[in-house]
Structure formats: structure tokens, C-alpha cells
DNA sequence: GCCAATTGTGAAATTTAATTGCAATAGTTT
DNA sequence: AAACTATTGCAATTAAATTTCACAATTGGC
């Protein structure tokens, strides 16, 4: 795989959603042009997508679904599913914890961290809060290589550091604060703020 | 305004966000250049960004942060701050609802709406919990015309009916399910989807 | 075997982004 | 007040990314 444009993954990603819950509904074939409809893009970016990544469908025929399911999540995602925490068990942080989409796409939370007394040795959904202080150990104990921070603001440059220290590979950050690590190895980081979100559908909503 | 690419527009709400901190530790001009290292793009890119809305500096010094952050967050969010609610009391709605970035980007949360008894009446934060079959009034009364979505799946297509017969413009939806509101009216529609997040980071981490 | 449906994919077209170069301006120094 | 430095705003250009187009090739149904 070299050069596949990172808008293309990420409708790929969205093709899955949505095959997943064609699948749900009980069908078996879908088409180029019924999956765009659903995910509103064209049928012939839906095949360009798909043929970064290969031949998936059946001229004349279409999609067999459980099979390009299988196939996209395996790509996306590897072959085995990933332990994930989150750091902060806060108001999101929390909530993250029991968002059912992570487990059923393959990630598990499996930690929670924070430095508030109160809230460490606490279980929240089927995880246990630890103390950030331990955060280099346990992650590597548990295996966990995909980070999800959610602490205020301020303290995000702690966090930066203990990242940093440990064997994160992968970053969602919540926290609405450009994310810098200096560190030699590459760690991948998507940022989601939440209010610019806001900021650009009321945007959108004057044009 | 006509074509300002999208891109374009989500950077400018990164560059409020990152003034509004330089203006917190007290900063009053920031260059191009600098603003540009805070944000990691280039400086001409910064520029541009900005030439896409008007003239924001004066040559040979740079920009007045204060002025620049009322009129950018004018330009996106308009004069007035908006109401906004959240249909979802679960988890993450109330969640979201805590949130305190919305509050200080100027998107008020006034309201949240759920189906279940239980949870209706009850106070989440500084907003009250509505029954959903009253959306259409309440968000009237309130002069709400932002919604945030936060149900399981299972529910959307409920909500995009209430939804459509009432006086929403914008939707963020956090449902993994593509929304398609048949109104002639048009609704502004931003997805986030949590899981979608999760298979990009992973993908990103393999390159 | 014919017909309609549908994929996969180069090539073209379009859109978006990045780069360059520079005149104009503001503040600072000498 | 002249020279110097820093910096914006823009126009022009180039490059990159993305989308659209067009069609051969294939499949399954009738």
C-alpha cells in the first residue's frame, strides 16, 4: 500500500459501517451503487476506493458483503482486535469507556487513567481506573498500543510526557490542544474537537 | 463568501482555538509565522487561510490576537451565541452535556431530550432533561437550531423525524449511521463517528 | 446466446493546496 | 529622517490530491 488518499480510507471506513448494518438487515449483495446511496457518494468513488485496496466485488454481480467486511476490517484494522485506554476517566472519558461502537468495531478498552485519587482502583464498564503514574508499565502489561485522551486541558502536557515514555503507537485526542510529542518514533494522532465541530456546522448552517 | 475550501475552514477554527490559548498566557500580537508553528502548517498557509475572510494584520507586525479571535469566531459563529441541545440522555449525552468546551466557544447547552420516563424531569448539568415527543415545541420556545445526537442506533430513524419536522438547521451526529433527512428544507449534517476514529488511527500506526 | 447489470481502472478533468515572489507598510535603530 | 527589518496580503504559478468519465470485461438471468 503506498500512496491511497487518506479521504478515500476514510469513507472506506464509513463503507464499512454501513455494510455492517446492510448485513444486520440480512443482505448479502450490494451493489456499487446502493452502497452509495446509503453513504452519499457516487458509485464510481465507491469502486475507485474499494480498488485502492483490491478487487472486491464480482462484475455483473456486485459485493458479497460478509466478505469485503471481512476483508476492509482486516485492512483497517489488522487481523487481531486492539486493547485501547483512555486516559482521564472524567465526564467523557467515562462515557467513552461505555461507547459500545469501539468494542463492536474490534478495540477494547481495556484501562482507564487518572491521577485523582478518588477515582483510581475504580471499576467504570469492564475496566479499572489506574494510577497515570503506572501508565508506562501497564500499557505494556496489557498489551495496549492506541491512547484516547480525554483530561482538561491543562493537563495535557503531563500527559504528552508519559505518552512519550511509553509504548503508544496511535493517539485520539479529545483534549482541544495541538499535540506535540518529541519523540524520535512516529506516534499517529487524530485530533477531534469537539466544539470546532460546532463552530463548523453553524458555518455551515449561514450558507 | 463563495468557495472557501472546507480545509480552509476547519484551520481557522484551529488558529481561534490556538489564539484563544496564546491570549490566555497573555499574549497580545502573534506573526503569521509563529501561529503557524502552534498549529503545524506553514505560514503562507496561515495567511492564506485567512486572506480567504478578509485582512486581519498589519503589515510588518502581525495580528492582534484579541481582534482577530472576535472577528474569526464572528465570521464562523456569527454575532450571537446559540442554543443548542442534545437528543440522548445516555452516556455520552450527558457526557457531552458537561462538556465545558462548547460553553466557552459560544454554544450553549439548554436542553436534552430522551424517550425514557426515567430520565425525563432530571437535571444534567445546567439543562433539563425533555420528553422527546415535545422537541418540536421546546426547541421553538428555546430558539434552539443546533442539535447534537447521541441515541443508539436502534433510535435514529425516530429522531430524524422529529427532527425533520422541526427547526433544526445543524446536526452533529455521533450515530454511525449516515442521516438522510427528506426535507426540503436543508440541514447541515457533521459526523463523528468514535469507531471510525479508532480504524483510521490504526491504519495510520501500520504505515 | 443474448441482454442487462455491474465491476475495475486508466486517463482526463477538476479541485484544493502549496510555493514563490514581491510591493507595501509599520515599527525600530542609527 | 533615512535606513533597516519584519511581516502582511496577494497574484501567479506549480504541484498534488481527488473526483469524474468512459469503457472493456465479466457475470448471471432469461
Redesign the interface.
Known amino acids: ?1 503506498k500512496n491511497i488518499p ?1 479521504a478515500s ?2 469513507r472506506v ?2 463503507y ?3 455494510l455492517k ?1 446492510l448485513q444486520k438487515k440480512g443482505e448479502e449483495i450490494v451493489s456499487s451503487k446502493k452502497l452509495a446511496e ?3 457518494v457516487t458509485p464510481e468513488q465507491v469502486r475507485k476506493d474499494l480498488s485502492y485496496f483490491g478487487k472486491f466485488g464480482k462484475t455483473g454481480t456486485g459485493y458479497n458483503i460478509k466478505k469485503v467486511v471481512k476483508r476492509l ?1 482486516n ?4 487481523r487481531k482486535n ?1 486493547n ?1 485506554c483512555i486516559i482521564g476517566a472524567g ?2 472519558g ?3 469507556s ?2 459500545q ?2 468494542k ?2 474490534g ?1 477494547n478498552i481495556v484501562a482507564l487513567f487518572d491521577k485523582d485519587p478518588e477515582k483510581i482502583g475504580k471499576k467504570i464498564g469492564s475496566a479499572e481506573v489506574y494510577d497515570i503514574k503506572k501508565f508506562s508499565d501497564i500499557t505494556k502489561k496489557k498489551d495496549i ?2 491512547a484516547i485522551i480525554a483530561v482538561p486541558a491543562e493537563s495535557i502536557e503531563e500527559v504528552e510526557e508519559y505518552i512519550a515514555k511509553s509504548q503508544i ?4 485526542n479529545f483534549v ?3 499535540l ?1 510529542f518529541n519523540t524520535k518514533r512516529k506516534i ?1 494522532i ?1 485530533e ?16
Request: proline share 2%; charged share 20%; glycine share 4%.
Open positions: 500500500m487518506i480510507v476514510e471506513a464509513k464499512i459501517r454501513c448494518h446509503h453513504t452519499q476490517s485492512i483497517l484494522k489488522g486492539w485501547v465526564a467523557l467515562t462515557a467513552l461505555r461507547y461502537g469501539f463492536s468495531a478495540y498500543k492506541l503507537k496511535g493517539v485520539l482541544p490542544v495541538t506535540n499517529a487524530i477531534v474537537d469537539l466544539a470546532q465541530k460546532l463552530y463548523i456546522l453553524s458555518y455551515l448552517t449561514k450558507k
